[in-house]
């Protein structure tokens, strides 16, 4: 991905306690731009499109918004929780304004956790968030849970 975002502006913004208290970068120490590689090159590996990916995340978001708060089964498999959004939170490349929503999808035994913001900086910045954090959409685990 080469575009003219300022990668060390987001960096700083994405540590923990500066736009959420978490964070997006969990325990992964790595730069920026070689999460961004590593994942780039794992979703080529494993034949997954970041576009689509987002897509189906946010088509069960949706779907799972439907539960108001509390878990339902949307298409016949996948177990989903769509908690409303409060607030927004900006993209930490400054590009947007996002809800501050928690949607979590489960199959299984794989879970993964994701806000309108995760969605999209997979879309946009092909960012799936560092290992270790709570909202990474790990692309093996998307491989496992959406096709
Ligand atoms: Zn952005």
């Known amino acids: 991905m080469k575009m003219n975002f300022d990668e060390r502006a987001a960096y700083e913004k994405m ?6 208290s978490t964070g997006f970068l ?5 730069p920026l731009s070689d999460i961004v590689e590593a994942d780039e090159e794992l979703f080529r590996a494993l034949g997954l499109d970041f576009n ?3 897509e189906r995340l ?17 298409e016949g498999q996948y177990l ?3 908690d409303e ?3 927004k939170l900006p993209c930490p490349y400054g590009d947007g304004l996002y809800h ?5 999808v489960q199959k299984g035994e794989d879970t993964v956790i994701y806000s309108d913001l995760s969605l999209h900086l997979l879309r946009v ?6 290992q270790g954090s709570p909202f990474r959409l790990d692309p093996v685990v998307l491989k496992r849970l959406l096709f």
Not at 100 to 104: E, F
Not at 125 to 130: E, L, P, V
């Open 80 to 82: 989903v929780k769509s």
């Open 58 to 74: 946010d088509t069960l978001a949706r779907q799972g918004a439907e539960g108001l708060g509390e878990p339902i089964t949307v």
């Open 125 to 130: 910045h092909h960012f799936c968030q560092g």
């Open 52 to 54: 689509i990916v987002a």
């Open 26 to 30: 969990g325990s992964d120490t790595r």
């Open 100 to 104: 501050k929503n928690a949607v979590s």
């Open 85 to 87: 959004a409060r607030g």
């Open 15 to 20: 540590k923990a306690g500066v736009l959420t």
